[in-house]
């Protein structure tokens, strides 16, 4: 927390040293998200396989020149969710009749996860058509898993000529939510055209995230103040 503190006061310093030019700039992406949550340790530990969100971006830059600019930015990497469904049973005959077991087990998460950014984007001429250049710095993050769980088990007797003599179920229902925060780096790509006060531009950004690495690939707007 103390490195974010510190690089949000010598971007905050910077800024006013400089606040007489127009070097603002505004960005916003949106794109695919990539949660890098498809391992088979996490897949065991979440008990399903969660899918990959649509995701966005906002930053606010400065540029110090035309080649380093400093950003703050927030990023939305989506919900990642997951369900999965077991069933299992058998049945045998008895001399009275056949008895029926079965159990089904349902299970949902939803994974959200949320950044807030700081850094640096290094590029080429800035005021060239065309340019690209690599970005990197600390992000503030936020891991939010919902989770659902819910077991049902019946039993089914019935005589010789199919009509039901008992039925007996017992199950459970749980849900909850596990959040996890941190810091770490992050570090991307990008290659754009600029149109008068406007770019538009390809990204891939990787977000650290303890020993995961979601991503986000997108296409970015940018109004040049």
Known sequence: MNRLILASAILFSASNVMATESNFYLRSSYGKVDTDFSSRETQETLGVELSNPKGWSVALGYRLNNFISLEAGYAD?????????????????????????RREENRERILSLKSKMLGMLLTTDITKDFYAGVRTGLHSWDADLKHKSSLNIQHVWADNNGNVLDIEGTGYKVSGKDGTQDEDLYYGISAGWNYNNWSLSLEHTIFNMDKEKPSLSSLALTYNF
């Not at 990497?77 to 058998?90: F, K, M, P, R």
């Open 77 to 101: 990497l989506g919900d990642a969710n997951g369900s999965d469904t077991d069933i299992t049973g058998y049945s045998h005959d008895y001399d009275f009749g056949p008895y029926t077991y």
